[in-house]
């Protein structure tokens, strides 16, 4: 066996050819959450007190999330807060722009500028100002404008993907939305698009849609989503498979919307704590620095399943009693995969959550919140990864981490955390955690492997052998790996 065959990257790009890169229906609707409420309360900053602490998670989230302009773009955020500073820590998947670092400045000020407008010397509860000029100014409203002029390519390439079906799912749907909703929606799309946007009017789309959101207890109700989307795809399949083309993309308008509305949950999350009362002492004197934390890269591996590698993992998933002919199930197998391993070539840099904790590996003497705020839920990769490194981390030494939540998807290119050993970087102690992590990973992405050969093999021969219950066998241990994920974090 050569030695790719010991790198999570290998079992990983195996994986990618058998299984969904993205999958919508098995991304476990309502566990999302869970790991802010598992969060235990932190002992870094005991100052903060356990209710103000929860809020700093979802700031991280929103400061990660508001750092998007593009698409294909994610980000990561910790943060400590010391003597009088507030330290952000930024990664991006590359290396972290000077517009996103000016930007999250500029974001920071204008919610030191509410606070203060909002509690100068702690008596007014106005949330308005006057400027130098005389004229009154609405911060809170500066704010939500600043986040959506910085975001509006991707705020619109979100919206542009789907709004062909969007649209007519919408006023066919109007009855069960409602008129006012879908009418606010049409005109926040209009905002959107417009040549010249305004963004005020931007944000009072955003602001007021989202309470018809509210009201209809949208993230509580994406069964619901769901079953319209059902019913109306029957209607109308021909609008849908032209939609789709040749892509194996889904409509999912729960999803389409939930994402839309993320930035203005974000621009929410942040205007909290600038009108946090508790944090005014400290948000009015204390300075922000900002760290870009150069990507983890990893160099010179090697690991591109061959066809052999593929054919390999069929032999080993596959009996006699599969089929009477084998080796032609096996090369039928094989003609039916759609998806080419991904090569691996280069210097690649890991996912922005995994440079962050190598980063603070790295600078143990640096304490910060054990919470890391990212723009997209984890990738099944760096959730396996963190879900090891959990496990693992109080016997070596280590805290462990939490996140907002996880999602299925297998990136290409996904790299492991890597040190030299010996090298003075990080103790002995890291390099034998990131070990055992190592070994954690090939062994649950094998069972994953397993699961979706089997499925392979239960689709190619559809006789007596194959096995029905495979793909709900599939399902079912999403849903058991998550939940298992859950209490190792918790
Ligand atoms: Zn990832």
């Not at 300075?287 to 090697?302: F, M, R, S, W, Y």
Request: glycine share 4%; net charge neutral.
């Amino acid at each position: 066996m050569s030695a790719s065959h010991d790198l999570p990257e290998f079992h990983l790009s195996l994986l990618g050819a058998f299984a969904p890169r993205n999958d919508v229906d098995i991304e476990c609707p309502g566990r999302k959450e869970q790991y802010h409420l598992s969060l235990p309360f932190s002992p870094i900053f005991p100052w903060l007190g356990r209710h103000h602490t929860d809020h700093m998670f979802p700031l991280l989230d929103a400061l990660a999330g508001i750092c998007v302009y593009q698409s294909g773009q994610a980000y990561a955020v910790t943060m400590s807060l010391s003597g009088g500073q507030v330290n952000l820590f930024v990664a991006e998947n590359k290396q972290v722009s000077q517009k996103v670092i000016d930007h999250l400045e500029d974001i920071w000020s204008t919610v030191v500028g509410i606070n203060r407008a909002i509690y100068p010397h702690l008596l007014r509860r106005d949330s308005q100002t006057i400027s130098p000029s005389g004229r009154s100014v609405d911060l809170p409203g500066t704010l939500a404008t600043k986040v959506y002029a910085f975001s509006l390519p991707h705020l619109k390439k979100r919206l542009e993907k789907r709004w062909s079906l969007l649209q007519p799912f919408l006023l066919d749907n109007l009855s069960t939305f409602g008129q006012d909703f879908v009418v606010y929606f049409m005109v926040l799309q209009e905002a959107l698009f417009a040549e010249l946007p305004e963004f005020d009017m931007i944000a009072a789309a955003f602001a007021t849609t989202n309470k018809y959101l509210v009201s209809m207890r949208f993230d509580l109700d994406d069964m619901r989503w769901n079953r319209l989307e059902r019913e109306w795809t029957g209607k109308n399949q021909s609008l849908v498979d032209q939609w789709k083309g040749t892509s194996n993309r889904e409509f999912a308008p729960h999803r389409c919307v939930a994402k839309l509305f993320s930035l203005h949950k974000h621009m929410l999350s942040i205007r909290q704590i600038a009108c946090s009362r508790r944090l005014s002492a400290y948000l009015r004197t204390s300075k922000l620095k900002i760290t870009p934390v150069a990507p983890h890269t990893c160099e010179d591996i090697n690991v591109t399943p061959t066809s052999e590698d593929i054919q390999a993992v069929i032999r080993e998933n596959t009996y006699p009693s599969d089929s009477n002919n084998r080796e032609a199930m096996i090369t039928n197998i094989m003609q039916k995969l759609t998806t080419s391993p991904y090569e691996y070539n280069g210097k690649l840099n890991a996912h922005c959550e995994c440079t962050l904790l190598a980063y603070h590996l790295a600078h143990p003497e640096i304490p910060h919140l054990r919470y890391i705020g990212a723009s997209r839920l984890l990738c099944f990769a760096c959730k396996d990864f963190f879900e090891s490194y959990n496990k693992h981390a109080h016997s070596f030494g280590q805290e462990q981490y939490y996140f907002k939540g996880m999602r299925w998807k297998l990136s290409p290119g996904w790299v492991f955390v890597r040190f030299k050993a010996g090298d003075g970087s990080v103790p002995q102690s890291v390099v034998e955690l990131l070990e055992r992590i190592r070994v954690d990973m090939i062994k649950d992405i094998g069972g994953w492997l397993r699961r979706h050969v089997r499925e392979k093999v239960a689709t190619s021969t559809i006789d007596a052998d194959s096995d029905p219950d495979l793909s709900q066998e599939t399902e079912a241990l999403c849903v058991e790996s998550f939940a298992k994920g859950a209490a190792v974090m918790a």
